[in-house]
């Protein structure tokens, strides 16, 4: 596979950044500042881009609103890996006809994974004359071009060319969370699992330099950022496209060596990729979460070929094996898709003997969801909707009775947790192994490290009191 980077030069960028100051001047000769709202569907990459949507529209002078009547720009970031996902975004957008007819100056912007799919541009054309501008991901960089264009009385806006993709350094991110940070390190994916729009509508793999990763990761630690998740579809394959020798290991070694107190996640490792190195640098490095999201998608050989994983059960399982080696206490949760083409009710089941092997602590689990464009599309399905939400009910009281079971495991123990959030009169925290876990605690204590003692839990939680 041959690797294409697509950097954008600074100078088209600084283009973009006059841009914004040009938008921002507009912004500031109105009595009050014009209000946004971008609304996110999808992946933590999509959390990431919305992120700098807003940190882009920050510095065009507008401010935040939740309000989708009030709002002067709505923008949708879209995700394309599931047609309910679609369905949502379609119902949600074709509702915003009523809110643009009250505010007619309202500008209704889509982007985002389902914007790339072949087709859509031309569809929100005809049908949602209501849209204003369409893109795709590989030049949300342009945003502020586009937005101007328009607040200047242009034509509607679809941008939607296709690219290997492309890296853009350098945008403003503001950022949903003071504690917790998407720290993204590549973008795109070679792997074409079968059954998978992301490689078709987020072009190829491609690395942001470890410069320019550390950089960011220093940034948010001197701002106080306490748990920073790398996003990438695969960070296994971290460094493959550039020549200075850093892989995602090498790439974890460096970002653990930044002084201060801090968790380092991340998603998603492909099995395929992941291995000994990977399982003994996060077991070295007393920075890194003892969380492993490791997606086995099917327990069936005959399937896993099928969907285009390159790997086996029993290579999955060993590599199980070898992170609990290392990690004795790792947590590992995984992604798994029921009724893939012609799955049969023995392959079926061998996906829910793999969970109960495996004693995953949560799971993701997904209905297969046909893509047009994918080669699994194309494969004869002769199971019905009706077996494939049997199959997948089965799965679920299967993984809940374990993940509970594990839970009820960590009462009595004592474990170090991140406070992130509030829920009514308790706070949230986050074990490192990424568990909920929910006490009674002041809002002083929000993004400091606490001691709680774990007393009761159920299925998707912990609860506790502070030590
Ligand atoms: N790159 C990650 C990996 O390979 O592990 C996953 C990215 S994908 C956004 C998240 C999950 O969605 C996948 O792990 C898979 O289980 C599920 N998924 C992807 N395409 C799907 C489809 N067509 N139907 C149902 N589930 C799908
Ligand atoms: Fe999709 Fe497979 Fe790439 Fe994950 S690794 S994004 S499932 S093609
Ligand atoms: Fe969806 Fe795009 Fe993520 S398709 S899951 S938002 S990469």
Redesign the pocket.
């Known amino acids: 596979m041959k690797y294409v980077r697509h950097e954008i030069t600074p100078e088209e960028l600084s283009r973009q950044a006059e841009l914004m100051e040009r938008v921002a001047e507009l912004s500031a000769a109105r009595e009050t500042p014009p209000l946004a709202l971008v609304d996110t569907y999808g992946c933590q990459q999509n959390e990431a881009d919305s992120e700098k949507l807003r940190g882009m529209l920050r510095k065009m002078g507008y401010a935040m609103t939740q309000s989708e009547a009030e709002a002067d720009v709505i923008v949708i970031n879209t995700c394309a890996?599931r047609e309910h996902a679609e369905q949502r975004v379609l119902g949600n957008v074709g509702a915003l006809t009523h809110t643009k007819k009250a505010k007619p100056s309202q500008i209704i912007c889509l982007c985002g994974c389902m914007m790339q799919e072949p087709g859509m541009a031309e569809r929100i054309k005809n049908s949602y004359p209501h849209v204003r501008m369409v893109f795709g991901p590989h030049v949300l960089w342009r945003f502020p071009e586009y937005l101007l264009r328009l607040l200047t009385g242009g034509k509607r806006v679809f941008a939607t060319e296709e690219s290997d993709g492309v890296i853009a350094e350098g945008l403003p991110s503001e950022r949903d969370s003071r504690i917790k940070a998407w720290l993204p390190i590549m973008y795109g994916?070679?792997?074409?699992?079968s059954?998978?729009?992301?490689?078709y509508v987020?072009g190829r793999e491609r690395s942001r330099t470890p410069e320019d990763v550390l950089r960011e990761a220093r940034e948010l630690v001197e701002m106080g950022y306490k748990d920073i998740t790398l996003l990438g579809?695969?960070v296994n394959s971290y460094g493959k496209d550039l020549e200075n020798g850093v892989d995602f290991s090498g790439l974890i070694e460096r970002i653990n060596d930044i002084p201060g107190e801090f968790l380092i996640r991340f998603m998603?490792s492909?099995p395929k990729d992941a291995g000994e190195k990977l399982f003994s640098t996060m077991a070295r490095c007393e920075k890194c979460a003892r969380h492993i999201h490791l997606?086995f998608?099917s327990g069936s050989d005959r399937v896993l070929e099928a969907m285009n994983?390159r790997y086996t059960r029993e290579g999955y399982l060993e590599l199980v094996r070898l992170a609990r080696k290392y990690m004795p206490d790792v947590v590992l949760t995984s992604?798994v898709i029921v009724g893939f083409p012609g799955e049969t009710e023995e392959e079926f089941e061998d996906t829910l003997s793999l969970v109960r092997e495996v004693r995953f602590d949560a799971l993701f689990t997904f209905i297969f969801s046909p893509r047009v464009g994918t080669p699994a599309a194309r494969m004869p399905d002769p199971f019905t909707r009706e077996e494939k939400q049997r199959r997948f009910d089965r799965l679920i009281e299967a993984q809940n009775a374990i993940s509970e079971e594990k839970h009820r495991s960590y009462i009595g123990r004592t474990l170090r947790v991140l406070a992130d959030g509030e829920d009514g009169d308790m706070l949230t925290a986050r074990t490192s192994g990424g568990r909920l876990v929910r006490f009674p605690g002041g809002r002083e204590l929000l993004g400091q490290f606490c001691d709680v003692e774990i007393t009761s839990s159920n299925t998707w939680a912990l609860g506790g009191t502070l030590r």
């Open positions: 890996v994916c070679n792997n074409f699992c059954y998978c729009i992301v490689p987020r579809q695969n998603t492909h997606p998608q994983r992604d």
